[in-house]
């Protein structure tokens, strides 16, 4: 219910105040699990990718941001998971895979943290090894901003096609090539 209420008042906030545009969204499935893989540069990425996507879906936090009390409540009703930041306890991967499993789409930031400087980073070899473990399909997503001072800044969100990494074995190698191909996937996203 809260998820939901929530949804409701970010809706409002992001078409009114931010002015969100989405391309693409056909290319997200309605159901079944999925990790939708954006870009990361603002606060703000993980309630606009909600917003966007349009289905009820669960996000990563890190652990820290539980400790308070009542955020860490209110974390938990609007579907984030928590997890140890710098790279994933068997805990927390166990968490995600067991949510995806579930047939729930899951938002995990390919680069693991937010750009300093507003170009899409490096990926971070997790993503992969998740790709792998949970044998879940990829959408990559672009967000773009566009920050101008006379006006609110207005944001774009494009869906890419849904990627598929079968029969890929599970070793270090397969997961970074996974993330390298991810994160090629979403700065294609941004010449179209």
């Known amino acids: 219910m809260i998820y939901f209420i929530g949804y409701r008042i970010l809706w409002l906030l992001a078409r009114g105040v931010f002015c969100l545009k989405t391309y693409g969204r056909r290319n997200l499935p309605q159901k079944g699990k999925v990790i939708i893989a954006p870009n990361h540069m603002s606060y703000l990425d993980p309630p606009i990718v909600g917003v966007a996507v349009r289905r009820e879906i669960y996000s990563l936090g890190k652990k820290g941001l539980f400790r ?3 955020f860490g409540k209110i974390l938990k009703a609007i579907n984030v998971l ?3 930041r710098g790279g994933a306890s068997g805990s927390s991967l166990k968490k995600v895979i067991e949510c995806l499993n579930r047939g729930e789409g899951v938002v995990v930031f390919p680069e693991g943290t937010r750009s300093r400087d507003g170009n899409i980073g490096k990926a971070k070899r997790g993503i992969g090894l998740l790709v792998v473990k949970a044998k879940a399909p990829v959408l990559p997503v672009l967000i773009e901003y566009n920050y101008n001072f006379f006006n609110f800044k207005s944001v ?7 990627l598929y990494y079968n ?3 599970e070793n270090k190698e397969s997961y970074e090539t996974i993330s ?3 994160i090629k996937q ?4 941004k010449e179209d």
């Open 186 to 189: 979403i700065k294609k996203l």
């Open 167 to 169: 029969n890929f074995p």
């Open 156 to 162: 774009k969100v494009k869906f890419g096609k849904l």
């Open 82 to 84: 928590s997890i140890k």
């Open 180 to 182: 390298n191909d991810i």
């Open 68 to 70: 308070i009390s009542l």
